[in-house]
């Protein structure tokens, strides 16, 4: 009963947005406020650039809720949008990403650590590692492990070679693990006094 009531809650809300009711606006804003700022944090630099991030893709939802199709997720529709003013917000402040050479880098994320260290991490510390990361190497991180594109996918929606996003993501899999070992290295420390 209460999935039922959600999806009614959520047809109402997306009626009342495709009307430019502010009300149904504002309830939706609030509502995946949080979600979303989320999904902006991952290609932010800080939280400001993030809320800009979250405050242009509620903009461009409710622009195109019209176009909006009911076979899918609301939500998944809404991070999708996110996602792409996350994109759009690293091409306009970042630049364009300069071609990276590819390298053949190795990487074990548990190699010489207790796998622990990173299951005993939250993923609030999670993304303050990869928040440390290069902007280049971050938005792909973020777009292959967190949304699932491929490399095809991420060298076309960043107008880089599939090489230079392989290359990318590999670089910043070396550099969190670099960052974890240290975390580890500090953990250890300070459980020893």
């Not at 809720?65 to 996110?82: A, C, H, L, V």
């Not at 095809?152 to 960052?179: D, F, Y």
């Amino acid at each position: 009963m209460m999935h039922i009531t959600h999806i009614k809650w959520e047809s109402d809300l997306i009626k009342g947005c495709q009307r430019n009711d502010r009300q149904a606006q504002k309830r939706l804003y609030e509502h995946y406020h949080g979600t979303m700022m989320g999904v902006c944090m991952r290609y932010a630099s800080n939280r400001d650039e993030a809320l800009e991030i979250v405050n242009n893709g509620f903009l461009k939802v409710f622009k195109s809720i019209d176009n909006y199709k009911t076979t899918g997720s609301f939500e998944g529709w809404i991070k999708r949008i996110m996602v792409n003013c996350g994109i759009d917000h690293f091409r306009r402040t970042k630049g364009a990403i300069r071609k990276i050479e590819e390298v053949n880098v190795e990487y074990d994320l548990n190699n010489g650590f207790d796998s622990n260290v990173i299951a005993s991490l939250a993923a609030e510390e999670i993304l303050q590692l990869v928040q440390k990361l290069p902007p280049s190497y971050k938005i792909v991180f973020n777009l292959y492990a967190i949304e699932g594109y491929n490399h095809r996918e991420i060298g076309e929606r960043l107008g880089i070679s599939e090489g230079t996003s392989k290359s990318s993501l590999s670089k910043a899999r070396v550099k969190l693990q670099a960052m974890l070992q240290d975390l580890h290295t500090i953990n250890n420390k300070t459980n020893v006094k």
